[in-house]
């Protein structure tokens, strides 16, 4: 599994656009790139998944360059219930009856 | 998405007690899957829970230790034994089904004392 590389931690105010860049050099031809958010004292919830280009939600846009090496989750708008921790991870297509590998995540906290 | 529930949502305990941890899921998913996750830290995929079968257990964690059973394909516990401090943790059950979108409970907070 491709390992995956983002900041430890980020800061910003309410209202600001956050973007969290996370590395994943050794990404396969079949892998996807998966954003998790984590609130305090609560699982992990999906944001966000792309294979290449810009994908878009209601919660978050995530953008992947052609080479695949790195992505950019963004983040409209945070306010103070943005506050948590966001995971970056890589998985195969066919991973359905495999589990995720969590790395450390970044953490971040939005300030009034 | 799947709706998944843990029980108990925390508790504390005496070392050396075991302590049961119920995972219940809406809809039958393909795969269930037992995450630690230490104060502090990312999670730790501790096994996956196989129906009608023994579950697989990742480096570093034993059947004696987290014994796992999974009699359908909407139920799954975690039992962890013999407990110390070491293993004060949020205990984790996650989901994945023909979407193959992984979900996860809401996890148990587990504090030995």
């Known amino acids: 599994l491709a390992k995956t590389t983002q900041p430890i931690s980020m800061d910003s105010y309410e209202g600001q656009e956050v973007n969290i860049t996370c590395s994943h050099n050794?990404?396969?031809?079949?892998?996807?790139i998966t954003w998790y958010q984590q609130f305090p004292s609560q699982g992990p919830r999906f944001i966000i998944q792309?294979?290449?280009t810009k994908v878009t939600n209601e919660v978050a846009s995530l953008f992947i360059p052609a080479d695949r090496k790195s992505s950019t989750l963004s983040l409209p708008r945070v306010s103070l219930s943005d506050t948590a921790v966001y995971y970056c991870?890589?998985?195969?297509?066919?991973?359905?009856?495999?589990?995720?590998?969590f790395g450390s995540g970044t953490r971040l906290q939005v300030q009034p | 998405s799947a709706v998944i529930s843990q029980k108990p949502s925390r508790d504390i305990c005496q070392r050396g007690t075991s302590l049961t941890i119920q995972c219940q899921v809406d809809?039958?998913?393909?795969?269930m899957f037992w995450y630690r996750q230490q104060p502090g830290q990312s999670l730790t995929l501790i096994a996956t829970?196989?129906?009608?079968?023994?579950?697989?257990?990742e480096s570093g964690f034993v059947i004696d230790k987290f014994p796992i059973s999974r009699p359908n394909l909407t139920f799954s516990t975690l039992t962890v034994s013999n407990m110390s401090p070491e293993d004060s943790s949020i205990y984790l059950c996650?989901?994945?089904?023909?979407?193959?979108?992984?979900?996860f409970g809401p996890g148990t907070r587990l504090l030995v004392l």
């Open positions: 829970a196989n129906q009608g079968s023994e579950a697989t257990y």
């Open positions: 792309g294979y290449k």
């Open positions: 050794n990404i396969a031809t079949n892998d996807y």
């Open positions: 996650s989901v994945s089904g023909v979407s193959e979108t992984q979900y």
């Open positions: 809809s039958q998913v393909t795969m």
């Open positions: 991870l890589v998985r195969p297509m066919d991973t359905g009856r495999r589990a995720l590998t």
